[in-house]
């Protein structure tokens, strides 16, 4: 297929503002869903997850939604600090207890 | 509690080698995953145990990569012989069983020459 290499999709924000990665998913059965947050040399972490018969789920400074109908997954994440500077996956899991993931948002926040 | 531990961390070899990597997961975890990560992708599924048994090997390339779990706690994965093209890093992830959260280690980087 085709390679998506190093052409990540790059959100930049400044300290303090609210970002929003967001997520197309393409199995209309999927079930449930998880966005993991991966820093460079380190293995993806878990962040937040949420269940098809949920619209929205909120934890700490994130909260994720859920629209069905478009296929979409979204995840906000409040005062965003330095710390936050990542590579975000999405990844949605069907009946068959395999996980997908999506191609990847690379978060730049800046001082 | 331990997460995932995976070694080594990062391996070097030519190609044609043999190379071996080793996982343990959280303790309690049934499900273990192997996974693939190219630079700039995200994780795709080799294989994934419950307990002892693969259930889902069906992306392993079998005429070159082996893995076992044979007491259904710790896993290895094998390359032989590896190929340029698997440079990459190899991920290890466990859950409590297939429906729950997967946390995953750090994972190994190899690079082969």
């Known amino acids: 297929g085709e390679s998506v290499g190093l052409h990540l999709p790059t959100l930049s924000v400044q300290e303090g503002d609210n970002s929003i990665i967001n997520c197309a998913y393409s199995?209309?059965?999927?079930?449930?869903f998880i966005w993991y947050k991966q820093e460079s040399g380190k293995g993806p972490q878990f962040i937040i997850d949420?269940?098809?018969?949920?619209d929205k789920r909120q934890g700490q400074r994130v909260t994720v939604l859920l629209n069905k109908t478009v296929k979409h997954l979204s995840l906000q994440i409040a005062a965003t600090q330095p710390g936050d500077s990542a590579v975000y996956f999405c990844?949605?899991?069907?009946?068959?207890?395999?996980?997908?993931f999506g191609k990847g948002t690379m978060l730049l926040v800046s001082p | 509690e331990a997460g995932v531990v995976q070694s080594p961390r990062y391996k070097i070899i030519e190609k044609k080698q043999p190379v071996a990597f080793w996982c343990n997961p959280i303790?309690?975890?049934?499900?273990l995953y192997w996974y693939l990560q190219n630079l700039g992708q995200g994780p795709e599924l080799l294989i994934r145990?419950?307990?002892?048994?693969?259930?889902?090997d069906s992306q392993l390339p079998k005429d070159r990569f082996s893995a076992e779990r044979l007491k259904g706690v710790d896993s290895t994965l094998k390359i032989q012989p590896a190929e340029l093209g698997d440079s990459a890093v190899y991920l290890c992830?466990?859950?409590?069983?297939?429906?729950?959260?997967?946390?995953f280690g750090a994972g190994t980087r190899l690079s082969v020459l």
């Open positions: 992830a466990s859950s409590l069983n297939s429906k729950n959260i997967q946390y």
């Open positions: 199995n209309s059965a999927s079930d449930y």
């Open positions: 949420i269940r098809s018969n949920m």
């Open positions: 990844a949605e899991l069907s009946g068959y207890s395999t996980l997908t």
């Open positions: 303790s309690g975890h049934n499900t």
């Open positions: 145990y419950e307990n002892e048994e693969a259930v889902d």
